[in-house]
C-alpha cells in the first residue's frame, strides 16, 4: 500500500512533537517517570514490548505466553512481598487505579455478600491516601470517609481508625508510603486494629512496594502481606519497576476476595466475558516489557537501583538542613519527599514551597507543587512541593542540590501566592450546576488561564486557586481546562 506519508516522515514528525515534552530521561523530571538510568534496560523494555505489540490480553488461554509472563510477575511479588506464601495471589492490572478500584469493587462486593445490607458501605481512607480512592469510591458508589492523619508526621493515627470502624466499613487504606509525603502508615498497628474487627486492610504500595522491601530501616517496621490482618497490597511495576505505564500487580491474601474483583458474564450472544481486570482488550506491551525488566533486575538488581536512591535521598535531606527557609515534611520513608516552608524561621527568611519549585523550573527543574490541605479535625497539612527520587536523580544530585539552594536564595522572604479575592468570591457564588462548558471556560480566562497555551510557565498562581476556591469548582474548572487543552 501507498502511505499517504512515509514513515520516516511521521517518526520525525512525532519526535519533533516529542520535543515539546517534559525530558523524560536525563534526570530534571521529579516526578510523573522512575528512570532506572540504564540505557540497557530501557532499550530491553522496549524490545520486549514491541515482540508483545500483537497481543490480546484479553484471553491469556489463546496467548498463553501472557499467562506465563504473568505467574512469573505475580511469583516475584509473592516472594518479595509475602514471604513467598502460596496462598497469596494476583492479578496483572493496568496501573495504579485500576489496582486500587479493583481492590475496592472486591471489598464493597465481599461485603455485600456477607451483610446482605441494602445502604452503600464506607471506604476508610487517611486525607493522604491517594486520590484513586476517591475516584474508586465515586465510580463503586461507596461512601467515603476521610479521616485526618496527624498533621506533624503526616501519618494515619491506629486509634483514629479503631474509633472510625463501624460494621458499615468494607474496608480501610493504608500507604506504604504515602504520595503526597512518602509518610509510612504504622501498618502493623492499623492491621491488628482491623483484624480484631475483621474489616478489610488494603495496604497501598503502588508507589513504594517495589522500593520499600530493599529500603533499609527498622526490622518491626513491617508493612506487607506477611502482617496479619493486611488483606490486599496493590505495587505498580510501571513507577519503581521500571516498565513503560500499564502495568501494576495487585495481591490478595484470601482467593475469595482475590475473586470478587473479577467479572464473568454469559448473558450475552457473544463469548464468555471472564476479566480480572476493568479493561477488556487489553494490552500485553507493558507486562512484556515489566516481565523483561524483572528478569533482568530480579532481587539482587532492584536491590542496587534502591541503594542508589537511598544515597541520593540522604544527600538530598541533609540539603534541606542547610538551606534555611525550607524544611522536609514528616520523616519520610523511601524516595519521596514534600518540602514545606519552614515555619520555625521568621517570615521574611521563609520561602515559600511553590515560589521555590517555580524558580527551580526556571533552572531547568521539573518539581511537583501540592496545595495545602485543610482536614476534618480543622489542622491543615501545609502547601508543600513533592520530589520522586529515582535511581537516575544520583547522576544530577550535585547540580541538583546546587540548584534548590539557589532558588531557595532566589525566593526567600517573597510572599507566597494568594488568589484574586474578589475572583474567589465570584466564585463562591457559583453553584458547580451553573458552571456549563461556556461559563467555565469564561471563567479561566478571567483567572488569565488559556488551555490552549496550556501550563507552560510559573505554577503558584494556578496552585492557589486550587487552594482557594471551592472543590467542586475548582474541579469544574479542572475539567474544562484539559478538556479544551485537549480539544482538536
Ligand atoms: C501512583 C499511585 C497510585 C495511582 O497509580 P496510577 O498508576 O497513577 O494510576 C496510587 N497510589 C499511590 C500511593 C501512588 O503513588
Redesign the pocket.
Known sequence: MQFRLDPTDILSRLDALRTADAPTSGGRLLSYVYDSGIAELSDLAGAAALRAQSLNGLDPTTFPSIAAMERDLVALARDVLAGGDPDVVGSVTS??????MLAVKSARDTWRARTSAEHRPTLLVGST??A?FHKAAHHLDLRLEVLPVDPVTARLRPDDVAAALSPDVAMVVA?A???PHGALDPIAEIARVCAAREVALHV?????GWVLPWWPGPENRRWDLTVPGVSSL?V?L??YGYAP?GI?LLLFRDRDRHRAHWFATTRWPGYAVVNPTLLGSRSAMPIAAGWAVAQALGEKGFRELVAAMVRTTGRIREAFDRIEGLRVVGDPVGPLLAIAADERAPAERRVDPHRWSDAAEDDGWALQPQPRHPQSDGTVLPRTTHLTITPVTETVVDDLVASLTKAADRTRGVAGARAPAEFVAAAENIGPADLTSEISAGVLALAGLEPKVGLDGPKADILALVEELPAPVAERLLIEFLARFLEP
Open positions: 496501573g495504579g487505579t485500576e489496582s486500587c491516601a491517594h484513586a500507604s508510603p504515602s504520595y497501598d504500595g503502588c508507589i513504594g496493590s505498580d510501571h513507577k505505564k501494576s
